[in-house]
Each structure stands twice: as structure tokens, then as C-alpha cells.
């Protein structure tokens, strides 16, 4: 696919290359890794929240990092075992590594990737950048028929706690680069309690029932009065008697919208961002669209830049600004926090998380130190 393509060179220049080789692997995956058993659909949708309550593609790429840390933890067999105690097919995930694998040496072989890259590494950036005048305040009241309007809020923004958080930052970069492997794959839904979603083609769809995003059956609560849009990318949309039915879903925010989605734009007169694709239409601050428009520009021009020549580096204002897009990216958080604490209650299962990765190494010498004691005994 063209567009998961896009998404690996803008993952190399995110210092992000084995989240983007991990993420393509997830999505063009033949099959999905979890499966849900006749009479066991609640108990697998509980376990799928259990690596993200609100994406069913990064549940299981969350899933593949755990299974591939319990591996190096402790045995591949106690990774099966974990694996298959939630719903988990452990072939599947390895087929989805390997896919990831191959993706980082074709990366590697065409330069764009180097080849002392950890698996494990991701690239920081300063919190201390941020765009001027760039406050969402202004985003209110409804749109004409033709679009969607971007809303959000100015309760959120770079410098909050917890912004600096290195799991929150790569997990928000990585919403971003879903974003960017399906642009056009876009949902607003205008209220929490609401079933159905606004799409591009203009059909309201509602989510998939095997999705960790579908309602729940049992009786929700009255509609909440606050009017809290929310936006969800997708991976596919069944229509089925005039009904769209979204699969592969995941709760994003509106800058991952603003930044990575849509294939084409529409700019003013004076240059600052008016639509994505035609149908979503943002309103804020005329600085804060002209921000949002050169951002976008400038991504594109790096993408162009690394996949027209690889061996040559970006320009140095580059740092900067990719230290800004992580920035904003890291603050979207709380604001998507806001939004499932709105969200109908549903089962969750508590599981095991592997150790961090210095007691892998911990326990592998151990078992190296006492294979080797072993080993000398015999010989003795």
C-alpha cells in the first residue's frame, strides 16, 4: 500500500522505525492475532482492552511488544502459554514480528534505516518547543452541510504533567502514524453516547461489534448534554442493508487529524489550513491554521526528501521541528482521557505485563550463569 509506505519513511524520520515496521506488520496482517471463541466474545473483548481500551490495532500491537518481551524475559514457550491464556494465537504473532522484521530490512536496505538501530529505542525530543498563538479556544459551533468542523478545547496543550512522559509520546506518535497508513480512513462522532459516525462518503457507519470500541448492550445512560465530538480512524468499513460498520477502530485526536490525515487540503487565501478532504473543516485562530499548514507542508517535503535520497540528510531546522510535532502530539492525552471517561463502562481483564527490559538481562545471565555451571559440572 502506497500510504503504509508513506507511514515507514515518516516513522524513520520520527526516529520511530520499529514502531512503523511493527505498525505496517499489524495492519496488513492476513488475520487477526485474537480470537474470539463461540460463547467467549465478552472474555476476548475484555482481554483486548487489557493492551488498549480503545483501538482494536493497537491492542494488538501492544500485544506483539508484550509477547516478544516475554520471550526474551523468559522462554518462547512461557510466551505461548501467556499468549493463549488471552485469546491470543501465538503463530499469528510471530508471523506478525517476521512481517516487521522484513519491513525494517527493506528500510535498512534502501538506506532509509540503519542497521545498528535497537529494537527497543525511540526517539525523545524537548517539550520546550511549542507553535506561538497556537490555542484551540476558538473552536466552537457547528458546520454548514458540506463538512465536518474540527473540534477541541484549550484545557490541553504542551507543558502540562505528564507531557514528558516517554510511553505517552511514542504511544500518541504511533496514533499519528496509523493516522498517516489510512488518511482518509476517518470517523467524527458527535456526542459519547452516540451509536453512529459521520464518514467521508457521507453514510453514518457504527462500529463493528468485534471491535473493543463497539456499545455496549447493556442499557447506557441518558445522552450526555456536553457536546464532545470525538474522532476515530479505521482500517475498514463494511456497508451491509445501507449500514456501515467500522472496523479496526481507535479513538484519535483531533491534531492527529489536523497533522496526518486527509490526502488533500484546502488553504485560504492567506495560506493557513480550511479543509482536509473536503468534508473536515477546522476552525480556530488564523495563526494557529497557518501553523497546522506549514506543519503539514513540512512533513510532506521530508517524506519527499528521504524517499527521493536517503544518504541525504534534513536540513537542520528539521530537529526543531519535529521536536514541536512531538510536543503537540504528547499533550493530546489528557484531552482523549476526557473522552473515555464520557465512554459507557466496560469489562476490562487485569494481566500479567512483562518486566522492564533490564531484568531481561538480569534473568538471561542468570540462566546463562547457571547453564554454564551445569554444563562444567558434567564436564567435570
Not at 67 to 80: I, K, L, M, Q, V
Not at 131 to 158: I, N, Q, Y
Not at 326 to 345: F, M, Y
Amino acid at each position: 500500500s502506497p500510504t503504509i509506505g508513506r507511514m515507514l519513511v515518516l516513522g524513520t524520520i520520527f526516529s520511530a522505525t520499529d514502531e512503523a515496521c511493527l505498525l505496517a506488520a499489524v495492519l496488513a496482517a492476513a488475520r487477526r492475532i485474537f480470537v474470539s471463541p463461540p460463547g467467549k466474545k465478552k472474555e476476548s473483548l475484555a482481554c483486548m482492552r487489557a493492551f488498549s481500551s480503545t483501538s482494536d490495532s493497537l491492542a494488538a500491537f501492544a500485544a506483539c511488544q508484550d509477547f516478544e518481551a516475554w520471550r526474551y524475559a523468559r522462554s518462547e514457550a512461557f510466551a505461548d502459554r501467556w499468549a493463549g491464556n488471552l485469546f491470543l494465537v501465538p503463530k499469528r504473532i510471530k508471523q506478525v514480528l517476521a512481517a516487521r522484521d522484513g519491513f525494517r530490512e527493506e528500510l535498512q536496505r534502501a538506506g532509509l534505516a540503519s542497521r545498528h538501530a535497537s529494537s527497543w529505542g525511540w526517539g525523545t525530543y524537548s517539550s520546550k518547543y511549542a507553535f506561538e498563538d497556537a490555542s484551540w479556544s476558538e473552536l466552537h459551533g457547528e458546520s454548514g452541510p458540506k463538512t465536518e468542523t474540527w473540534v477541541g478545547d484549550d484545557d490541553v496543550w504542551p507543558g502540562d504533567e505528564g507531557a514528558d512522559n516517554n510511553d505517552t509520546r511514542r504511544m500518541e506518535l504511533v496514533k499519528g502514524l496509523l493516522v498517516a497508513a489510512s488518511p482518509q480512513n476517518l470517523a467524527l462522532r458527535r456526542r459519547p453516547q452516540n451509536a453512529k459516525h459521520n464518514t467521508s462518503m457521507g453514510l453514518e457507519a457504527i462500529m463493528s461489534p468485534q471491535s473493543v470500541n463497539a456499545p455496549a448492550k447493556a442499557k447506557t445512560p441518558a445522552e450526555s448534554a456536553e457536546r464532545l465530538p470525538s474522532w476515530w480512524a479505521y482500517g475498514q468499513m463494511q456497508i451491509s442493508n445501507h449500514q456501515g460498520f467500522l472496523r479496526a477502530t481507535t479513538l484519535v485526536d483531533p491534531m492527529h487529524v489536523a497533522l496526518f490525515g486527509g490526502i488533500s487540503t484546502t488553504e485560504d487565501a492567506s495560506g493557513a489550513l480550511k479543509e482536509v478532504d473536503g468534508w473536515i473543516e477546522l476552525r480556530c485562530s488564523l495563526s494557529s491554521r497557518r501553523a497546522l499548514a506549514r506543519a503539514r507542508a513540512m512533513l510532506t517535503h521530508f517524506i519527499h526528501a528521504r524517499a527521493l535520497n536517503a544518504k541525504e540528510p534534513l536540513p537542520a531546522a528539521a530537529t526543531g521541528f519535529l521536536e514541536q510535532v512531538s510536543s503537540l502530539l504528547s499533550a493530546t492525552g489528557p484531552r482523549q482521557d476526557r473522552i473515555v471517561s464520557n465512554l459507557p463502562d466496560v469489562a476490562v481483564y487485569e494481566i500479567e505485563r512483562p518486566p522492564p527490559p533490564t531484568d531481561w538481562k538480569q534473568h538471561r545471565w542468570k540462566q546463562q550463569n547457571n547453564d554454564y555451571s551445569r554444563t562444567s559440572r558434567r564436564a567435570w
